[in-house]
Structures are given as C-alpha cells and as structure tokens.
C-alpha cells in the first residue's frame, strides 16, 4: 500500500462550489504539505503542517483552508472554486531528520468549470 | 525575491547522448534535492546534496552542488529512453524553516 494517499484522484467541480482533498500518510511523519502544480511553474507551496497544532500558509494560500485532523491526516479545502484553480495538488510529507526529503502523494487532478 | 531558475526547460535528445540540466538558485543554501516527475505520475525523490561539492551519482544521473556558484548540475550519461520524464531542482534556504523552493522543471525526452 502506498505511504501517502490522496483522495480523490480525479474532480470535476463547478464555480462556487466547496470541494476538500484528503491526504493521509502512513509514514508517521509529523510535517504535511499541499502543493499545487501548474505547467511551467513547478510546485507552489499552498499550505503546510508541522504537527497537528501548527498550521502555516504557503506562498498561494488565498482561497484555501486546511484542517491537520491527526498526525496522520492533512485536508485542503477550496470554499468557493474558482477556475484558475484548476491544477493538479500534491500531498507531501516529511520527516525532519536534518534533511528535507518530501514524499508524495500521486496527486488529484482538480478541474473548476 | 527567492528564485530557482532551471534550464533547459524542455531538452529532447538521442539515446546514447551526455547533457547538463542547470539549476540556479537566488538565496543561501547549503541544502539542494532533485526529484523526478515521470508523466501522469508523483514526484520521486532522486538525490539529496547537503553540502558544497557535494556530488550524488545513482546509475547514469550524477548530481552536483556549488553553493558558492548558487549552482546545481544534473548531469546525464549515455541517456537511455527510461530517463525520459521531468526533473525538478528544490533549494532548501537557509531561513526558510525548510520551506523548499522549486523550480519548474525541465521536462527531458529521450528518443530512441
């Protein structure tokens, strides 16, 4: 089974409409990331966790929230769609150790009408 | 304004052929990773430099760190066509709290 999970996979939604991505990880890492990519402009960090009560906002955190329900568990929210919020978001963690290795989730591709 | 700055952005290249995919980066750090993204698929880690002149060789891919310089080097061997996917560069700076920079990407097609 995969270490980190991301549910679902795929979305279509339409403008205005509240929708929530799911990651959950099996890794027992503390730290969890949303990232957003988008062609030609890499991975941009959306939010990040690094434990249950420390929440942070990342470089585009407008029009998202998130919830850290457990160590395990890291949901992204979008309140009111938009379409250029149209992308594929990516799930990470991460394990301090003295080194910033990212594990990923396979991605949901999230597609705003 | 921290910036990681990859190129090429797109290489298409013969099998057999050595290439340099670049990535500069704009702020203090010691701390680079390169991941690879192969189409429809997740991120995979490929190395991690933690130091200046820190060089990671895995196969035909060798990577290269001279904080100095801002400058990362992934360097290709004799590619062969499973190599084929995007590499990305990620700068760690020093202040950030381990926030990692990425850049976008250099999306590498090797034909055979």
């Known amino acids: 089974d995969a270490d980190v999970t991301q549910t679902p996979r795929n979305r279509i939604t339409k403008t205005g409409k509240r929708i929530m991505l799911e990651c959950s990880q099996t890794k027992g890492h503390d730290r969890m990331y949303w990232y957003r990519q988008d062609p030609g402009l890499g991975l941009r960090l959306i939010y990040y966790s690094f434990d249950v009560k420390d929440i942070n906002k990342g470089e585009i955190s407008d029009g998202y929230s998130v919830s850290r329900q457990a160590q395990a568990k890291f949901s992204l929210s979008l309140e009111s769609a938009i379409p250029n919020q149209t992308a594929l978001y990516f799930c990470?963690?991460?394990?301090?150790?003295?080194?910033?290795?990212?594990?990923f989730g396979p991605g949901t591709r999230l597609l705003v009408l | 304004e921290l910036k990681v700055e990859q190129n090429p952005l797109f290489l298409s290249m013969q099998e057999g052929k050595n290439y340099t995919i670049y990535c500069n980066y704009s702020?203090?750090?010691?701390?680079l990773y390169w991941y690879r993204q192969d189409p429809g698929k997740s991120l995979e880690s490929l190395f991690v430099?933690?130091?200046n002149g820190a060089v990671k060789q895995e196969g035909r891919l060798m990577a290269s760190l001279d904080t100095k310089a801002r400058l990362s080097t992934l360097h290709i061997t004799a590619a062969v066509h499973d190599l084929s996917a995007t590499y990305f560069c990620a700068v760690d700076p020093t202040d950030s709290n381990y926030q990692l920079i990425w850049g976008a990407g250099t999306k590498l097609i090797i034909k055979p």
């Open positions: 990470a963690t991460s394990d301090f150790d003295g080194v910033e290795t990212q594990y």
């Open positions: 702020t203090t750090s010691d701390r």
């Open positions: 430099l933690l130091s």
